[in-house]
């Protein structure tokens, strides 16, 4: 079965600092995945995916993730971090079933410190 | 304008009660979802519909009972609500089945006393 496991409950950086947070796929072909984002007390906002090819991947608000096969990692990285970053980041699997559905990690709280 | 609304955004209720939650998206797209996150901010999808046809149901108590009247709303339904319910419930709609990139409404904080 499809699993997503976000190591990282939560996290902190300095604001101006950089930012990867962690996301391991269990799947054993080529994935669909994504980084969802969650700011306090609103809905989950898709930041980006991927699907096939190039396995550098831009989104919006400055994060990009790279796809790493040989360590079935999906790791979304921002070089510069701001305050308004501080949020809830779930990585997720699409199932290659026929419910397509998203399979979510347990996400990871970023703080961000002034 | 708000492409996938809930309401309400709070729902405070007693145990046995029964309560609907309303969604609907101006988005023109196919498919819908509920999603339940837990105080743990698991976020677990319960029900989809696509076309007004249910496709998923996961496996949740039969208290719960989606209702798509037309493919821009997905209310939910939940009979003799148990302290276990409270949690955030999140409807999500996307193009169509097989579109995985879903935009999901505000939330609504169920809390059952």
């Known amino acids: 079965a499809q699993s997503v496991t976000q190591p990282d409950i939560h996290i902190t950086v300095s604001e101006g600092a950089s930012l990867e947070l962690r996301c391991n796929y269990s799947?054993?072909?080529?994935?669909?995945l994504f980084w969802y984002v969650q700011s306090p007390g609103q809905g989950l906002q898709l930041l980006l995916k991927?699907?096939?090819?190039?396995?550098l991947v831009q989104g919006i608000k400055g994060f990009e993730a790279e796809f790493k096969r040989s360590q079935s990692s999906f790791n979304l990285r921002k070089p510069s971090v701001h305050w308004s970053d501080a949020a809830e980041y779930f990585c997720?699997?699409?199932?290659?079933?026929?419910?397509?559905?998203?399979?979510f990690g347990s996400g990871t709280r970023l703080l961000v410190r002034p | 304008d708000t492409a996938v609304s809930q309401t309400p955004k709070y729902l405070v209720t007693q145990m046995g009660n029964d309560k609907s939650i309303k969604c609907e998206q101006n988005l023109g797209h196919d498919t819908m979802y509920w999603y339940k996150q837990d105080s743990k901010k698991f976020l677990k999808i319960m029900f989809s519909y696509n076309n007004k046809e249910l496709i998923i149901n996961e496996t949740v108590p039969n208290r719960f009972s989606p209702k798509s009247p037309d493919k821009a709303h997905l209310n939910l339904h939940i009979n003799s609500l148990e302290l276990g319910d409270s949690a955030v419930y999140f409807c999500?709609?996307?193009?169509?089945?097989?579109?995985?990139?879903?935009?999901f409404g505000p939330g609504t904080r169920l809390t059952v006393t």
């Open positions: 999500a709609s996307s193009q169509r089945r097989s579109s995985y990139e879903q935009y």
């Open positions: 799947y054993g072909a080529t994935p669909y």
């Open positions: 997720a699997v699409g199932a290659r079933d026929s419910s397509y559905k998203l399979i």
């Open positions: 991927y699907f096939s090819g190039d396995t």
